[in-house]
């Protein structure tokens, strides 16, 4: 085992927290049977005691030790399990007595997956504990997909970052809890879009949204309307004539191809301009690629950031979602950009070395 992993794992057996990546976006570990570590979780994050985290496990064997599946949905979880972990899905099932009340906010129920990312499953298989781990962001704000946005989010609050690159999928996990309906395919309801799409799930059971008796969509405890939200005001447009700009203010376009004659590259004379998808891999390198783009908008000194729709299709749904939170509870902001700029970035997938830094 390399250094880096040694010492993460001696850390989260002292009861400490470290961050480290998983195929999502980095999280911010901590061994989970234990109360006192996951506190420094919720102190070094900011994050409210209301807000669940997700329990990670190194084998699908180990689901009996955090949760309790019931009988009328055993084979669903069998199947949901065997085709996506280690992957992106989250299930949302009946909660173990071994698991302490802080990580599931006293629910009933605990939030499981287990992560694909070689270097977390090290660190958790080693461990010989399921790790709780939130992403490694101060609570609300963009989720971190490299080691430096981790230390720019908590740097000298947590004793640890391990490096591995930045992250292949580039979006936190789907999470869903289950249904089951007697002589059908279940329901799954869907708590937060993600990676796993609405269409994989489908052949499994029916994917609805999660409502309340009065019909209100309802999410994860921790879902937030205004989430993943950069400082700078972040405005979705649906439509190109939906701008309407402000003299003297610096606008940055984020734009889905970034294509020279598209409809909002056009529109306006941009400060700069960052794309999701400048290598036309389309949605799966935009999933990638979403928070490192809006983070450099972010630090680029503008009044506003605008962002141009995708389809919502797909990963497209995972996207728009986190989209229109970062938009939601931000300003409008308005004016008219001066000077020009483009800058795409690099932020595809690469696997590398854990090296503690
Ligand atoms: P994060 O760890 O930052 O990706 O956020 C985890 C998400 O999982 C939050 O939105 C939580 O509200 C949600 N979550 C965790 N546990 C549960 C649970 N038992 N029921 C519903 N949602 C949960
Ligand atoms: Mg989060």
Same mark, same amino acid.
């Given at each position: 085992?390399?250094?880096?992993?040694?010492?993460?794992?001696?850390?989260?057996?002292?009861?400490?927290?470290?961050?480290?990546?998983?195929?999502?976006?980095?999280?911010?570990?901590?061994?989970?049977?234990?109360?006192?570590?996951?506190?420094?979780?919720?102190?070094?994050?900011?994050?409210?005691?209301?807000?669940?985290?997700?329990?990670?496990?190194?084998?699908?064997?180990?689901?009996?030790?955090?949760?309790?599946?019931?009988?009328?949905?055993?084979?669903?979880?069998?199947?949901?399990?065997?085709?996506?972990?280690?992957?992106?899905?989250?299930?949302?099932?009946?909660?173990?007595?071994?698991?302490?009340?802080?990580?599931?906010?006293?629910?009933?129920?605990?939030?499981?997956?287990?992560?694909?990312?070689?270097?977390?499953?090290?660190?958790?298989?080693?461990?010989?504990?399921?790790?709780?781990?939130?992403?490694?962001?101060?609570?609300?704000?963009?989720?971190?997909?490299?080691?430096?946005?981790?230390?720019?989010?908590?740097?000298?609050?947590?004793?640890?970052?391990?490096?591995?690159?930045?992250?292949?999928?580039?979006?936190?996990?789907?999470?869903?809890?289950?249904?089951?309906?007697?002589?059908?395919?279940?329901?799954?309801?869907?708590?937060?879009?993600?990676?796993?799409?609405?269409?994989?799930?489908?052949?499994?059971?029916?994917?609805?949204?999660?409502?309340?008796?009065?019909?209100?969509?309802?999410?994860?405890?921790?879902?937030?309307?205004?989430?993943?939200?950069?400082?700078?005001?972040?405005?979705?447009?649906?439509?190109?004539?939906?701008?309407?700009?402000?003299?003297?203010?610096?606008?940055?376009?984020?734009?889905?191809?970034?294509?020279?004659?598209?409809?909002?590259?056009?529109?306006?004379?941009?400060?700069?301009?960052?794309?999701?998808?400048?290598?036309?891999?389309?949605?799966?390198?935009?999933?990638?690629?979403?928070?490192?783009?809006?983070?450099?908008?972010?630090?680029?000194?503008?009044?506003?950031?605008?962002?141009?729709?995708?389809?919502?299709?797909?990963?497209?749904?995972?996207?728009?979602?986190?989209?229109?939170?970062?938009?939601? *509870? !931000? %300003? $409008? &902001? =308005? @004016? /008219? +950009?001066? *000077? !020009? %700029? $483009? &800058? =795409? @970035? /690099? +932020?595809?997938?690469?696997?590398?070395?854990?090296?503690?830094?």
């Amino acid at each position: 085992m390399k250094d880096a992993l040694r010492e993460a794992c001696a850390l989260l057996q002292q009861g400490e927290i470290v961050a480290l990546p998983t195929e999502t976006v980095y999280g911010l570990a901590a061994d989970a049977f234990n109360p006192a570590a996951v506190a420094k979780v919720f102190a070094a994050k900011q994050r409210p005691a209301f807000d669940p985290l997700i329990v990670h496990i190194a084998s699908r064997g180990d689901l009996k030790t955090v949760a309790l599946v019931p009988a009328d949905i055993a084979d669903t979880v069998e199947q949901l399990t065997k085709t996506f972990w280690p992957g992106p899905l989250t299930l949302i099932l009946p909660r173990h007595p071994a698991v302490p009340d802080l990580v599931t906010s006293g629910l009933p129920t605990v939030a499981v997956r287990q992560s694909a990312h070689p270097v977390f499953r090290a660190i958790n298989k080693a461990l010989g504990h399921p790790i709780a781990a939130p992403s490694a962001n101060r609570f609300g704000r963009i989720s971190p997909t490299s080691a430096s946005a981790v230390i720019k989010e908590l740097g000298g609050r947590i004793p640890l970052v391990v490096d591995a690159g930045a992250c292949s999928e580039g979006l936190e996990s789907t999470i869903i809890s289950i249904e089951p309906r007697a002589g059908k395919k279940p329901i799954f309801r869907l708590h937060r879009a993600g990676p796993i799409t609405k269409e994989q799930l489908q052949q499994f059971g029916r994917v609805e949204k999660v409502r309340d008796v009065a019909g209100q969509v309802l999410l994860a405890p921790g879902q937030l309307a205004s989430h993943y939200a950069p400082r700078t005001p972040l405005v979705l447009l649906e439509k190109p004539a939906d701008f309407q700009p402000e003299a003297g203010k610096r606008y940055g376009l984020l734009s889905y191809t970034g294509a020279d004659d598209g409809p909002y590259v056009t529109l306006h004379d941009w400060d700069c301009i960052e794309s999701l998808s400048p290598g036309g891999g389309k949605l799966a390198e935009a999933a990638i690629r979403l928070f490192f783009v809006m983070r450099t908008l972010d630090e680029a000194g503008l009044d506003a950031i605008i962002a141009e729709p995708v389809s919502e299709t797909g990963l497209g749904v995972a996207i728009m979602d986190r989209l229109r939170r970062a938009a939601s *509870g !931000t %300003g $409008t &902001g =308005t @004016g /008219t +950009g001066t *000077g !020009t %700029g $483009t &800058g =795409t @970035g /690099t +932020g595809l997938a690469k696997s590398g070395m854990a090296d503690a830094i």
